[in-house]
């Protein structure tokens, strides 16, 4: 891999609740990561929903790791705003990694060694480690293939970890 190139343990790919979930996960076993999110925390819930668009499930359901959604209804559904707060809340409450306003544009078997070289529009990051949690692959800005079907374009051995 030819010039700077950051080096980073993990590298997480999206910012939503699955990314910010795995940037938990790998800071309780002290691994070193970083997310990279295209927009910013909660994207897709900022921008690619209606206005009037609420969380599916009631409020009780709402929690990630460590941070239940906070609400005086239980039994009611938070509106797309209060998700994106909640989002927002939970990445500053894990101290999240995120660098927000990084586009990925290419990820790709970068040594022999098995490590992973990232292409963004900032630079190149080599990592040991990449997660996709971004629900889909965008090409030229436009929403793609879901990684089911991404997956079979990426290099390396992917393993897939079935959801506990």
């Not at 030819?2 to 309780?28: C, D, F, P, R, W």
């Not at 819930?45 to 005086?72: M, V």
């Not at 040991?128 to 051995?157: E, F, K, Q, V, Y």
Request: charged share 25%; glycine share 14%; aromatic share 10%.
């Amino acid at each position: 891999m030819a010039g700077n190139v950051e080096k980073v343990e993990t590298v997480v790919i999206g910012g939503g609740h699955a990314g910010l979930t795995m940037s938990y996960s790998l800071s309780q076993v002290g691994r070193e990561h970083v997310i990279l999110e295209r927009g910013r925390v909660g994207e897709r819930w900022r921008s690619e929903r209606w206005d009037s668009f609420h969380f599916q499930f009631p409020n009780w359901t709402i929690e990630l790791p460590g941070y239940k959604y906070q609400c005086a209804d239980p039994d009611a559904f938070a509106p797309g705003h209060e998700v994106v707060g909640f989002l927002d809340g939970y990445a500053g409450f894990i101290n999240a990694p995120v660098r927000c306003g990084v586009t990925v544009m290419s990820l790709e078997q970068g040594s022999r060694e098995g490590r992973y070289l990232i292409r963004t529009q900032n630079g190149s990051i080599e990592a040991g480690t990449c997660s996709d949690r971004h629900g889909s692959i965008s090409r030229a800005g436009t929403s793609g293939d879901r990684c089911r079907g991404s997956r079979r374009r990426l290099p390396g051995p992917f393993k897939q970890v079935p959801r506990s």
